[in-house]
Structures are given as C-alpha cells and as structure tokens.
T-cell receptor, first 111, second 115 residues
Framework: KQEVTQIPAALSVPEGENLVLNCSFTDSAIYNLQWFRQDPGKGLTSLLLIQSSQREQTSGRLNASLDKSSGRSTLYIAASQPGDSATYLCAVSEVGNKLTFGTGTQLKVEL | DTGVSQDPRHKITKRGQNVTFRCDPISEHNRLYWYRQTLGQGPEFLTYFQNEAQLEKSRLLSDRFSAERPKGSFSTLEIQRTEQGDSAMYLC?????????????FGQGTRLTVV
C-alpha cells in the first residue's frame, strides 16, 4: 500500500526566505506526482504536476523535483511571501489516476 | 470553463439523517473522483468514475455511502443514516487523462458537520 510522508509538518519562516518542502513515497510505481495548495476551509489548488518521466517542473517562484527511484520529491519556494501561507500537499498518482496524499506541510510566512 | 463546482459548500445535519452532495466537473472531463478529508489529514480516496461507470470504491466507502454519475456529467454522493464520524470535508476532482498528463482539478469541497 502506497504511503506518502511530508516533512516538516509545520514551518514558520520570515518573509523573503527560500524554503524547501519534502515529500517521500514508498512505492515508486507512480504515474505522476502533484503538489497542491490548500487554504483553511477551502479546496485544493493544483500548483505543479511532474510526470513520472520528468525530473522537475517550474512555475514562477515554485520549483518541484522528482526522484522516482528514491521515492522523493521536493517543492522549492523562492522569496517567500505572506500570501504563500497555506498547507501544501503532495500526492502521487497510481492505477486509475487516483491520488494518495501526504498529510501536508502547514506553512506560515511572517512579515 | 468555471472549474469543478460543488454544492452545497456547507451542510449541518442531525445524526441519522440522509444527505446528498453534488459535484459538477470541468466540462468534457471524463474522470470524476470523490475524496474525504478530516481535520489535519490529507484527502483520502473514496471512489471514481470514468464517464458514467463507477470503476473503483475504497474500503472507506461503507454501505451507507453511494455515488452516482448517471449521464457521465455531474455526480452525487449520498450518505444515509449519517454518523458523527462522517463529519469531514468531501472533495470532488475531475481529470481528462492524456498520456502521462493526468492533472486533477479539485472543487472547493462540501464541509459536512453531523451533530
């Protein structure tokens, strides 16, 4: 059974800092990995999708990498802003493209 | 294209009552998924449809839960005889798999509180 772990569970940083969120998964037979953002009480917003054949994806200040063989992904956020405060979830896609999620990293960016 | 839409956004119900949620996926997305998320946890898969066919159900989906997608467009999730343990955010997602690109798009969720 696939298990997804995210470290750290919570993170508080000053504005402007670069940061890295980690995601690991136990079964490397995935189709893709997706990073999401979730604001309190809201749904999920897709940030980046990395296909299993790719190593990384970039969107603006976000960069996500994937090392399928070691079961790891990182989400790099450059020059963090208070508006980045949210919970970040990673999810791996398997048969049927259903997603298995980690428990998330709760990020707070302080002024 | 207005994204994935879920209705209602919030539902408070008494234990033992039945509730029904609706999800309208992104038009032309042939796959539709239901997930449940409890506080402090990531979403957990419940079931999914390809067009009108329900292809998989999680063991989390007890006999009190039923989902339909009658015309391959919108979907409903019904919970019968609700219990306090059913209190959660119910999330719907849709996708249109094209090769390896299977990006899932989520709705805003329905927050269920059973009192």
């Amino acid at each position: 059974k696939q298990e997804v772990t995210q470290i750290p569970a919570a993170l508080s940083v000053p504005e402007g800092e670069n940061l890295v969120l980690n995601c690991s998964f136990t079964d490397s037979a995935i189709y893709n990995l997706q990073w999401f953002r979730q604001d309190p009480g809201k749904g999920l917003t897709s940030l980046l999708l990395i296909q299993s054949s790719q190593r990384e994806q970039t969107s603006g200040r976000l960069n996500a990498s994937l090392d399928k063989s070691s079961g790891r992904s990182t989400l790099y956020i450059a020059a963090s802003q208070p508006g980045d405060s949210a919970t970040y979830l990673c999810a791996v896609s398997e048969v049927g493209n259903k997603l298995t999620f980690g428990t998330g990293t709760q990020l707070k960016v302080e002024l | 294209d207005t994204g994935v839409s879920q209705d209602p956004r919030h539902k408070i119900t008494k234990r033992g009552q039945n509730v029904t949620f609706r999800c309208d996926p992104i038009s032309e997305h042939n796959r539709l998924y239901w997930y449940r998320q409890t506080l402090g946890q990531g979403p957990e898969f419940l079931t999914y449809f390809q067009n009108e066919a329900q292809l998989e159900k999680s063991r989390l989906l007890s006999d009190r839960f039923s989902a339909e997608r009658p015309k391959g467009s919108f979907s409903t999730l019904e919970i019968q005889r609700t219990e306090q343990g059913d209190s959660a955010m119910y999330l719907c997602a849709s996708s249109f798999p094209q090769g390896e690109n299977t990006e899932a798009f989520f709705g805003q969720g329905t927050r269920l509180t059973v009192v």
